[in-house]
């Protein structure tokens, strides 16, 4: 089993950064492919970014590609999301997710999920 726990959310005014943060714990030597996906009420869920462990190749959705940028610390089995340019279209709940699969844009190439954390932007 992995455990994901995120952490960083919060109510925010359009334009602001945030910084979410994601550790992983547990049986994570299988795991390469770390992703942050997000779901509005009301809306299905939809991929974020996802960052490689191994290479640190990163993989971002077009709606995010330039504000966003996902980083990892291997020591401290840590990946983190740096948003910013936040906008009401980013509200969401946002959860990490963990992967030994292939396809890090697709939600079921990942085995493991955290609870989320609320991201709510202003205008």
């Known amino acids: 089993q992995v455990h994901l726990v995120e952490s960083g959310g919060g109510l925010v005014r359009a334009g602001s950064s945030l910084r979410l943060s994601c550790v992983a714990s547990?049986?994570?030597?299988?795991?390469?492919?770390m992703g942050w996906f997000r779901q509005a009420p009301g809306k299905e869920r939809e991929f974020v970014a996802a960052?490689?462990?191994?290479?640190?190749?990163?993989y971002y959705a077009d709606s995010v590609r330039g504000r966003f940028t996902i980083s990892k610390d291997n020591a401290k089995n840590t990946v983190y999301l740096q948003m910013n340019s936040l906008g009401p279209e980013d509200t969401a709940k946002y959860h990490c997710?963990?992967?030994?699969?292939?396809?890090?844009?697709?939600?079921?190439?990942?085995?493991?999920w955290g609870q989320g954390t609320q991201v709510t932007v202003s205008s």
């Open positions: 547990g049986r994570t030597f299988n795991v390469d492919g």
């Open positions: 960052i490689r462990w191994s290479s640190g190749r990163a």
């Open positions: 997710a963990a992967s030994t699969g292939t396809f890090l844009d697709d939600h079921r190439s990942y085995d493991y």
